[in-house]
């Protein structure tokens, strides 16, 4: 079920009507709805059921809203995360840090103590020296730091080239032919205990041949570690379902996924010959939090163009960068329809040709002071946003059935320019 609705001409998420949200908190502003949040972590969950021993880390880079994570900590999620400061939201959040799995190409010293010092359950290795240097912290420490290698299958994910992350030319993992040598020298390391593969080729997919095409490279890998004596007990099948920013363009279900894990981990993940079974790990950010939130703007103007109007909405690239950053589409709908159609573009107000939404894009009618949302903007949304051109970083407001609440502030420059300082050798 959709718990973003038409009701009475008013788009509704939940029971609560856009309108209100506006009048309330101002535009432009983040709106999520917890039952969405809610619903898609059990369709998540769901779909994984048929599989023995599953970790579900939600990958909280997509949404680290701690009123977000909450609502995952609460069906069961952890988290994936890349950053020191996404260890510190998910704890936030109430997070277990044993439920945390700590990705990233570039983890810093500092990252990997502060983690180990709040207990994070499992770090993802990008290179044989980040294990290395992560035993002797580890190990400095009287801990025992429990290790993934993260291997790159050299697989093209078909999907875009700025979220494709398993071609060999990309900056992620070690090529999968590396991993024995990687795994012989690294095992016996003090501190450390390496004990399974992770594997993530790319966002945004929509075609699960690639997935399954990766997930049995892994596997081949797992007999062969297994083969020359090493312990695998955990894989972590990273994230990058897919979600509908069109409605006609569907990705493959969260259900046709699982199977297809199923299908594709059978061999290898109840053990067999002496050798542990495998916990199955996902990282899924966007499937559980994209369609959960909309992006909503006013029309300030409706300015005439040379081809098309340009509908001038108050959010701009600097609070959804997607469309800027990789061309991505994101459905406008007007908050109140009145049923009439127009063809135009839509833009922000920030100072660069990029900051345009949409081209020649079929729309609900809309006039200076309307409301209206991009669609599907949960995931990679306030997130990625900015301050550029000194604008407000953009709030954001939590929906529970007919009540909501802010659970970001509006920054206004006012508080960005009180952090920022004229040096005594500029005073008049
Ligand atoms: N695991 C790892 C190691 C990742 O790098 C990512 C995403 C995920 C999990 C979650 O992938 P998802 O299930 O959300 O596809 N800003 C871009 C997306 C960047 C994705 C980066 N990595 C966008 O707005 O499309």
């Known amino acids: 079920m959709d718990h973003f609705q038409y009701k009475n001409g008013v788009l509704h998420v939940e029971d609560v009507p856009l309108t209100r949200i506006a009048e309330a908190v101002g535009t432009p502003v983040y709106v999520y709805s917890r039952a969405t949040l809610e619903r898609h972590a059990q369709v998540f ?205 569907v990705p493959p279900s969260p259900a046709t996924y699982g199977q297809m894990v199923e299908r594709a981990t059978k061999g290898w993940r109840d053990g067999a010959d002496g050798h542990p079974p495998v916990t199955l790990m996902f990282e899924p950010g966007r499937v559980i939090v994209g369609n959960a939130g909309v992006l909503l703007t006013e029309v300030i103007w409706v300015k005439p163009g040379a081809v098309n109007p340009y509908i001038i909405v108050d959010a701009a690239m600097n609070d959804l960068a997607r469309p800027a950053m990789y061309d991505a589409w994101h459905d406008f709908e007007a908050v109140a329809p009145t049923g009439e159609r127009m063809i135009a573009n839509i833009a922000g107000p920030v100072c660069e040709s990029g900051d345009t939404f949409a081209m020649g894009r079929d729309i609900d009618a809309v006039k200076a002071g309307d409301l209206a949302v991009f669609r599907t903007a949960g995931a990679y949304g306030a997130t990625m946003a900015s301050t550029y051109n000194s604008r407000a970083l953009v709030p954001e407001v939590m929906v529970d059935g007919d009540r909501f609440a802010v659970v970001a502030e509006r920054i206004k420059p006012e508080t960005i320019i009180a952090a920022e300082h004229v040096p005594d050798f500029l005073a008049d």
């Open 45 to 249: 969950r769901e779909a994984l059921s048929g599989l023995p021993r599953v970790h579900v880390a939600f990958a909280i880079k997509a949404n680290p809203n701690i009123a977000v994570l909450k609502v995952l900590a609460k069906q069961g999620f952890g988290a994936d995360v890349v950053s020191g400061g996404e260890v510190a939201r998910a704890i936030a959040a109430g997070m277990k840090p044993e439920d945390i799995v700590f990705s990233g190409v570039g983890k810093t010293r500092a990252e990997m103590e502060y983690a180990l010092g709040v207990g994070v359950g499992q770090f993802n290795l990008e290179l044989e020296e980040e294990g290395a240097v992560l035993g002797q912290i580890a190990a400095s420490m009287g801990k025992t730091a429990t290790a993934t290698l993260r291997v790159n299958p050299d697989v093209d994910a078909g999907t875009h080239a700025k979220i494709s992350t398993g071609k060999k030319e990309n900056k992620f993992g070690v090529a999968i032919g590396e991993a024995n040598g990687i795994f012989d020298r690294l095992s016996g390391t003090a501190g450390l205990s390496l004990r399974g593969l992770a594997c993530h080729i790319g966002s945004q997919l929509f075609d699960l041949g690639p997935m399954e095409a990766a997930y049995g490279h892994v596997g081949d890998k797992v007999a062969e570690l297994r083969a020359a004596g090493h312990v695998i007990d955990r894989v972590d099948l990273g994230g990058g379902l897919g979600v509908p920013y069109e409605r006609d363009k």
